[in-house]
């Protein structure tokens, strides 16, 4: 089966500027979740859907990061304003239901200068 | 909430040695606990999964041990090989938490030959 797509794979952008993200879940997967890593760090929890609900979104900078998940399938992830603090890399995953085993997408590399 | 640590942070061995990389959390209320294998700039490889009823898990030259009374799980790597160098993610998954991962933040292993 096809795996977790992501794009863009690297994106440079000034501080101030917005960005957004992209993920293309495995067929038929119900829960996403979209991380970001640190340099140095693991991947940290951002938000986490359920078809087109969130189930989790605790740990997301709601004052500059916003996500959606039209039709619980596709699902964005923007910033606006970006930081220098929000370099990182973002990781999507996907998996079939909550508890099972989820499959990680390569990842967006995102720099702030 | 949920803190999972992992010691050491980096590790330097000679090929062929047998290696001990640590993982400890706080809550013991696990779902699962899995190790994951990153390397640079790579997304997440899944190297193995311990469920809750469980105390260990084997594939290959790798062994992972879970002891959720402790709150520690380590991961064995026997007669390693240069190819091991990678930074090691242990990541717990708990299902108050809506059952996504809380990882460490890695133990980096490097291999000499």
């Known amino acids: 089966e096809a795996g977790v797509a992501q794009s863009p794979r690297y994106k440079i952008i000034e501080k101030r500027q917005s960005v957004a993200f992209w993920c293309n879940p495995i067929s038929g997967h119900a829960t996403l979740y979209w991380y970001q890593q640190i340099l140095g760090q693991g991947p940290k929890l951002l938000i986490q859907f359920q078809n087109n609900g969130v189930v989790d979104d605790s740990q997301l900078p709601k004052d500059r990061f916003s996500a959606e998940r039209l039709k619980g399938v596709d699902s964005t992830l923007k910033i606006q304003p970006a930081k220098l603090e929000d370099s990182a890399v973002y990781l999507c995953?996907?998996?079939?239901?909550?508890?099972?085993?989820?499959?990680f997408g390569s990842g967006t590399r995102l720099t702030v200068v | 909430k949920q803190e999972v640590t992992q010691i050491p942070a980096a590790l330097s061995v000679p090929e062929g040695e047998n290696l001990v990389l640590n993982c400890s959390f706080t809550d013991s209320a696990i779902y699962n606990l899995q190790w994951f294998r990153q390397d640079p700039g790579k997304g997440l490889t899944s190297l193995l999964l311990?469920?809750?009823?469980?105390r260990e898990q084997t594939s290959g030259r790798l062994n992972a041990s879970l002891d959720k009374s402790s709150g520690r799980s380590t991961l064995y790597i026997a007669a390693s090989q240069p190819g091991d160098s990678a930074t090691y993610l242990c990541?717990?998954?708990?299902?108050?938490?809506?059952?996504?991962?809380?990882f460490g933040k890695g133990t980096s292993l490097l291999v000499t030959p």
């Open positions: 311990i469920q809750s009823s469980q």
């Open positions: 995953a996907s998996s079939y239901q909550q508890g099972v085993v989820e499959t």
């Open positions: 990541a717990s998954r708990d299902s108050n938490s809506g059952y996504a991962l809380n």
